[in-house]
């Protein structure tokens, strides 16, 4: 039997529809069955919440009297550097970004306490922020300085829009090295001390939707507590990657690039972050509605964590350099049970990424949909399958000769 | 990355007389520096030291005086987790010397058992939202 998206939402409209989450389904389809399964539930629920740099902000902060042009200037947000060659007073800023007397890893390493993520963090709950700015004044912009407090309250727009996130699946990383190395899986200990994941696994968006069958350009999803839409796949998009037998991938695959009204969304879904030796970067916080249209796609969000898999990576020789090799493969059953093995060494885990958060993202979703107040989205175009071919290609090192005369 | 911490080591008598102190600058490249001490033949003891080396020795030399037997306490420092900052996801879970963190199998939240925390100070930076706080 299969619905539409339409008949689902008529289902939502009328408070009759059945929304269950990625973690409920699974023992749903194991006790009743996947196709009695299938006519009673009409909505999956799933969630992440994770350090997802490729994050950003833009807004608009209004003309001033008189007018100053930001754009080609410098701009900068609690001391964090903006970018603003769009337009006049049009104010973008990413996750990474760091104020220039941070001292990075000068002395290694380095804390990253404040970054582009923080600024995010502390606009999104309402604090004031500073934004200081320099240009270089014309007939119709003659201001050449501006020291202001902004509030997200008076900005005129102020949009999420990322260019990744959401990977469909991450790396595991280990270090085979004798120190201990720093990096944005966190801090891994030297010969095999630990192994660090970043996954919902079982709970993630993409890994219930492995060949992207609902989830498209357009789709409506909870984004940082308010409400964002998929605008286009992410950066390094490769839906190409390596598949078990069920269809997930087993490497980092397919990514999403999001935009949302970042006046709906709260600081509890989008948390600046620090990652020691690394930098700053953001907490974010996604959660996808499934519909399930038939059988196959029902069956493809009954997916457990001992049927995900993913590459274990050794970050201080194979990522640094950009080498394919990997040391293994493991589950996230395996993962989440504190142990993976690796040859005879038994490593211990740890995740960057909130599985307890994830599941309260997707109950919360859960609500929205059974409370008739969010309505499912059919894609208005797809985004690149496993047919597609598509993966991303290292970077074709050209040297630039110059010379120095 | 060089540490330096000022911890209390309570001795049971048993240990009193062992060359705990020799094996931590011998076995594990600690320097450390007394405070304050009351030692006495056959009865407990305790030491107020300060201890330095690398993290790496640091955490092994303290993993050692552990398995001694001898209690290890914090000095005037009170490792707190802000509960509205920590978001569960476990990275200090693997940081931690003396396995302070553990993970509900059922609700996955990041528990923090605060009695098995020597104040190492590890999870500090390496939490991601900052989360774990030394208050003195
Ligand atoms: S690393 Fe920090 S935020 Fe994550 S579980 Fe541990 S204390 Fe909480
Ligand atoms: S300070 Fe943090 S890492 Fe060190 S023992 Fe306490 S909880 Fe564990």
Known sequence: MSKTIEEINSKIRSGKVVVVNAEEVIDIVRHRGLSQAASEIDVVTTGTFAPMCSSGIYFNIGHSKPRIKLEAGKTYLNDVPAYTGFAATDVMIGATALPEDDPRNKIHPGDFNYGGGHVIEDLVSGKDITLSATSYGTDCYPRKKLDTLINIQSLNEAVFFSLRNCYQNYNVAVNTSDKTIYTYLGIIKPRLGNAMYCSAGQLSPLLNDPYYKTIGIGTRLFLGGGTGYISWHGTQHSPSAPRTDNGVPKRGAATLSLTGDLKQMNARWLRGVSMQGYGASLGVGVGIPIPILNEEILEYTAITDEDIFTAVVDYSTAFPNNLPDILGETSYAQLKSGTIRLGSKSIPTASLSSYRRALEISNILKDWIASGNFLLTAPVAPIPGAESGQSTRPLNYRPVERNNC | ?136
């Open chain 2, 1 to 136: 990355m060089k540490v330096s911490r000022k911890i209390v080591l309570h001795f049971p008598a048993r240990l009193v007389e062992e060359p705990i102190a020799y094996r931590l600058v011998k076995d594990y490249n600690l320097q450390f520096n007394i405070l304050k001490a009351s030692i006495i033949p056959d009865s407990e003891g305790f030491v107020v030291l300060e201890l330095s080396g690398s993290q790496e020795d640091y955490d092994r030399g303290i993993r050692f005086l552990a398995k001694t037997g001898v209690k290890i306490e914090a000095l005037s420092q009170n490792v707190v987790r802000n509960e509205d900052k920590c978001t569960h996801c476990g990275a200090c879970l693997t940081i931690c010397p003396t396995g302070a963190f553990e993970v509900d199998p059922i609700t996955r939240e990041v528990l923090f058992v605060h009695d098995r925390c020597i104040a190492c100070a590890n999870c500090i930076k390496a939490c991601p939202p900052r989360a774990m706080e030394l208050h003195f």
